[in-house]
């Protein structure tokens, strides 16, 4: 976890503000107890948000995975069954990217004057709908209370995580708070100066 806030601390003087249409409430950000953990969940753009939740995002998800491998092999076999299935995609626009873009939407809004050819969500829905495969065997009973039981199991070691990453971001607040003012805080104060500039000078010519 620790070896992931100095990655995103290594990332953060790179991270410039861009336009960009409102799409909703991140779900993966609002309300994150890995975000008020950490002290980000206030005053920090969006961009900047997620790019450190998807980091401590990964941390559990890796741990988990461990754990699965480990300790429950039915719910272990579904998921590289998954994989699998997942890796014959011809198309797979998701995947590869950075933190900071995991998770994103992978089109920007569509307008409605100027509806798109196509997107890339949709490219990648047509790629998976021609690999249409037979289903799989139905489990019996008793398999589907073992894979239930799995998947609470893991579940619940997930929570876990989530709880310790938390306790363990506290002694990092005050460097990440230290390189929020550094280096987002100005751009962020650059960025509403000019836009202040801009509803003072009408047509965007100076006066």
Request: charged share 30%; hydrophobic share 40%; net charge negative.
């Given at each position: 976890?620790?070896?992931e806030v ?6 953060l003087?790179?991270w410039q503000?861009r336009p960009h249409?409102?799409r ?7 309300g994150?107890?890995?975000l ?6 206030v005053d920090?753009p969006?961009?900047?948000q997620h ?6 995002r990964?941390?559990?998800d890796?741990?988990?995975?461990l754990?699965t491998a ?7 076999r579904?998921l590289?069954l998954?994989e699998e299935?997942?890796a014959?995609?011809p ?7 950075d933190?900071?873009?995991l998770?994103l939407?992978?089109d920007?809004?569509e307008?409605?004057?100027q ?8 490219l990648?829905?047509?790629?998976a709908a ?8 139905p489990?019996t009973?008793?398999e589907k209370?073992a894979?239930?039981?799995e998947?609470r199991l893991a ?5 876990q995580l989530?709880?310790l990453?938390?306790?363990?971001l ?5 460097r990440i708070?230290e ?7 100005p751009?962020?104060?650059q ?6 500039r801009?509803?003072?000078t ?5 006066a």
């Amino acid at each position: 976890m620790s070896r992931e806030v100095d990655r995103w601390l290594q990332w953060l003087p790179r991270w410039q503000p861009r336009p960009h249409r409102t799409r909703g409430i991140c779900r993966r950000c609002f309300g994150s107890p890995v975000l008020a953990a950490a002290g980000l969940d206030v005053d920090v753009p969006h961009p900047v948000q997620h790019a450190f939740s998807m980091r401590m995002r990964q941390v559990v998800d890796d741990a988990v995975d461990l754990y699965t491998a480990q300790n429950a092999p039915m719910l272990h076999r579904e998921l590289e069954l998954a994989e699998e299935r997942s890796a014959r995609r011809p198309y797979r626009p998701g995947e590869g990217l950075d933190p900071e873009f995991l998770g994103l939407e992978l089109d920007p809004e569509e307008s409605p004057d100027q509806p798109f050819l196509f997107t890339l969500s949709g490219l990648e829905a047509d790629a998976a709908a021609e690999l249409a495969e037979p289903p799989p065997r139905p489990f019996t009973p008793a398999e589907k209370e073992a894979l239930r039981e799995e998947i609470r199991l893991a579940d619940d070691y997930a929570t876990q995580l989530g709880r310790l990453v938390c306790a363990d971001l506290v002694p990092h607040r005050l460097r990440i708070r230290e390189a929020i003012a550094r280096f987002v805080e100005p751009q962020v104060a650059q960025l509403l100066a000019d836009l202040e500039r801009e509803l003072d000078t009408p047509g965007g010519s100076a006066a």
